[in-house]
């Protein structure tokens, strides 16, 4: 018999205490794997999750779990399988990957059951493309990638698979980029399904969250809205996974455990068979490419709704800016632009991505630079941000949260002649403000986003078109259906070219393209101007002809050519300490010993991390690069002062 129980313990434990031996007595002998229970350690009690139970009695003594705290296991077969899996894989403790699970604090609510038996409103009716896509999407037993250009109504394909799941009694879980697109989505979806629709996102409080996972627990509640997290619902049938805008690189968790959620949607299509379609304009340039090796099976929309085109996209070169003497952060061409959508009566959205007023505070003297003391970092200079409690000009570091003083001389050489270099959302606001000063404007970014409910305000005055121009970073630029916005502007393109990493030119077309979508998703053809001084790269130059799959022939190559993902897989490991020569010293050591055990086909490199010094500690990198980099640190011992990150989306 069954007799003995390993827990993995809910709280926080050294590595060797994560998971114990407990004997099942008696009276628990219905005991399932699964079940969170209350088992004695030291001279307390804790909460934990049985993993296994196992006939073979430990060479030690053990105690009595003393009882079972749920009537139902708070963990399937497969959720069980799927957090041993992100431990091993991620080189995670077990005891974090089993609370991705886990509300952060149980509590005993008692809920009426929820019953979704008819359609509460019409949905619309699919479009013949629509259909096939929807059919082809039921008939297939892979992954579906989903391709649709901006407008071509993936969610309501979504809606209509959610719906069919449903009436056979399977729970669907919807995973969204950013907290900011939960509310119109949950809008969306509660057209159909009212209020039978669950939400998780980090902004809910403790409680709320411990709610809303009791909800889905004790309920089957039948839809499941939220980003990343919201995978770990506790979903006892699963039946249809979405993940909209797959292509997000916020789909990668950047705390332990480092997972990302694209990997972790195909362990759980591989434990369950449960549909799953990830959705995208732009596919990410891995996904893309299982899909051509016929790994996902693909999908594609080419029509925007209602025979809508898709906007016209002009590039604005900046150099020619500077010869007319227009020294604005806006181009001519740009404000022309805003001038005529304001005078029809429609909206523009102005995205930069770069938050703050100037991005470097520079003496003209002698070039000195104000940076971060504890990061080494360039600040940023903020006029005032009332709604984040700062009320004078400050310069915040956007890495640790330092905030000081802006410098009144120049503190190497005395000098008064003190720069703000650059532009950010704030400036371009001040700028706008001057030049259209009846315009209705406001600002969407992580500053003036901060607060519980700040986005679906914004959103909800946008829809109520009480807002003229909103000026944003990139939380505006993901699947927002903005039916008034009838002019993008992108202040500048080449920000995130210059960022020392292989996905840069990706994640560059993937914005523009993202980004320009917002415009004209009506009848009325919309317009997007792009201010940059790269007219000719290619990232830019594609993404004014909306061109995909262009795109992606180019970047594959150049994948190829250098052997990164998705031809080979990477592992980072950082090394951080608050002496530098001590992280030097840890990473030299295991890059010595990966050298020595590596096979030839193996790429290993050590270098210093891009922001050297963060928070008072400094930080050296390993890559390891090649077919399969988590053999190579299998059976390494990793100092206590490394992170590990199993498929890095930046290797900086």
């Known amino acids: 018999m069954n007799n003995y129980a390993e827990v993995c313990l809910k709280r926080r434990m050294p590595k060797n205490l994560e998971i114990l031996n407990y004997q099942i007595p008696s009276n628990l ?114 992954i579906s990638l989903l391709k649709g250009i901006t407008g071509s109504g993936k969610t309501e ?164 800016e500077f010869e007319k003497k227009n020294y604005s952060i806006l181009s001519e061409l740009l404000q022309e632009k805003i001038k005529s959508t304001l ?44 709604e984040s409690g700062i009320k004078k000009p400050s310069l915040i570091c956007h890495h640790c949260g330092k905030i000081t003083a802006p410098p009144l001389k120049c503190p190497v050489c005395g000098g008064l002649n003190i720069k703000y270099v650059g532009a950010g959302t704030q400036k371009v606001e001040e700028e706008i403000i001057k030049i259209f000063p009846k315009a209705k404007v406001a600002r969407a970014d992580r500053d003036t986003m901060s607060k519980r409910g700040s986005f679906e305000k914004i959103y909800e005055k946008l829809i109520k078109k009480e807002i003229d121009i909103l000026i944003g970073t990139q939380m505006i630029g993901k699947g927002l259906h903005l039916p008034n916005v009838n002019l993008v502007g992108v202040i500048l393109a080449d920000i995130g070219l210059h960022f020392p990493d292989f996905r840069s030119s990706e994640r560059t077309f993937q914005l523009l393209t993202q980004v320009a979508g917002r415009a004209g998703r009506t009848d009325i053809p919309g317009e997007v101007i792009i201010q940059t001084y790269m007219t000719e790269n290619i990232a830019i130059s594609l993404a004014k002809t909306h061109d995909y799959d262009s795109f992606y022939k180019y970047e594959i190559e150049q994948r190829k050519s250098f052997n990164y993902p998705p031809i080979s897989k990477l592992i980072k490991l950082t090394f951080v300490d608050p002496n530098p020569k001590k992280a030097l010293l840890q990473a030299q050591k295991i890059n010595n010993i990966l050298k020595e055990i590596a096979p030839h086909t193996y790429r290993i490199t050590l270098y210093p991390a891009l922001i050297f010094k963060m928070n008072n500690k400094y930080r050296w990198n390993i890559l390891i690069q090649g077919h399969a980099p988590e053999e190579v640190i299998q059976n390494v011992e990793i100092p206590e002062n490394c992170r590990v990150d199993v498929d890095p989306i930046s290797i900086g």
């Open 157 to 320: 394909i979504y809606l209509h698979l959610a719906e069919k799941f449903i009436k056979e009694g399977k729970q669907c879980i919807l995973i969204v980029p950013e907290i900011s697109l939960t509310p119109q989505m949950v809008e969306y979806f509660e057209r159909i399904f009212g209020k039978n629709v669950a939400i998780l996102h980090s902004r809910l409080t403790e409680k709320q969250k411990s709610m809303e996972w009791m909800k889905i627990f004790l309920n089957d509640t039948p839809v499941i809205i939220g980003p990343r997290s919201a995978i770990f619902a506790p979903v006892k049938n699963p039946g249809l996974i979405i993940l909209d805008e797959e292509h997000e690189f916020t789909y990668k968790q950047e705390q332990t455990p480092r997972y990302n959620t694209v990997d972790v949607i195909k362990k759980i299509f591989e434990f369950t068979g449960v549909k799953v379609v990830l959705g995208s304009a732009t596919p990410s340039i891995a996904s893309y490419y299982d899909a051509l090796k016929n790994n996902f099976e693909l999908v594609e929309l080419n029509q925007r709704i209602g025979g809508a085109m898709l906007p016209a996209v002009t590039l604005v070169d900046l150099r020619n």
């Open 343 to 386: 005078n029809s009566g429609k909206q523009a959205i102005l995205f930069l991505n770069k938050r703050g007023s100037a991005s470097a505070v520079v003496c003209r003297e002698c070039g000195y630079m104000e940076k971060c003391l504890s990061c080494d970092m360039p600040m940023t200079y903020h006029k005032i941000m009332p």
């Open 29 to 142: 002998k219905d005991l399932k794997e699964g079940s969170l229970v209350k088992i004695p350690l030291r001279n307390s009690y804790i909460e934990g999750v049985v993993m296994h139970k196992t006939g073979v009695k430990p060479n030690h003594p053990v105690k009595d779990i003393r009882e079972i705290l749920f009537n139902h296991p708070v963990l399937s077969a497969w959720q069980i399988k799927l957090a041993k899996w992100i431990s091993l894989y991620y080189k995670a403790p077990i005891q974090k990957a089993v609370n991705l699970f886990l509300p952060p604090k149980f509590y005993k609510f008692e809920y009426e059951p929820v019953l979704t038996k008819e359609i509460l409103k019409e949905k619309h009716i699919l479009t013949e493309e629509q259909n096939k896509a929807y059919q082809k999407i039921l008939k297939t037993n892979k």
